[in-house]
């Protein structure tokens, strides 16, 4: 697959930017151990933008739950590898979903195969600090203290 265009990326980056979720979801597989994965998600009324996301970055297109009486709601989302690679093609376009994004590199460069006795303390602190800047920056409402 060709490179996507900068008008594209940028076209994509104003939808993250005001329909768009980045951060880290807790998943505890069925183990005793909670996995973290970083999750990005576009949900919108408008199907057809969303399939653009999917066929430039992979992942996947659902209909979200019916609400009488509103429109179709769609959600594009994908996790790991694939959430990393789509938000360093988009990083240099968004503008209020940028610390989200540089907090998923921070977040990536944590990640590598580990033995049985799990992560370092230091590594294990430093994704429990980056979890908690992303949901400070999600909460709605006010920006203070970000």
Not at 29 to 44: E, L
Not at 63 to 74: E, F, L, N, Q, T
Not at 119 to 129: A, F, G, I, L, Q
Request: hydrophobic share 35%.
């Amino acid at each position: 697959m060709k490179k996507p265009s900068k008008l594209l990326l940028s076209y994509l980056a104003g939808f993250v930017d005001g329909e768009g979720s980045i951060g880290i979801n807790a998943n505890d597989r069925g183990t005793s151990r909670v996995c973290y994965d970083p999750r990005f998600v576009v949900t919108n009324t408008n199907k057809e933008v969303l399939d653009i996301f999917k066929s430039v970055f992979g992942g996947s297109v659902g209909a979200r739950k019916k609400i009488s009486g509103r429109k179709p709601v769609w959600t594009w989302s994908t996790s790991n590898k694939l959430a990393v690679n789509a938000l360093r093609l988009l990083r240099p376009y968004l503008r209020i979903k940028r610390y989200q994004a540089d907090l998923i590199f921070e977040w990536s460069k944590t990640v590598k195969k580990v033995g049985p006795d799990g992560h370092s303390e230091y590594v294990v602190d430093k994704r429990v600090k980056i979890v908690r800047q992303i949901h400070v920056l999600n909460k709605v409402g006010s920006m203070e203290g970000v």
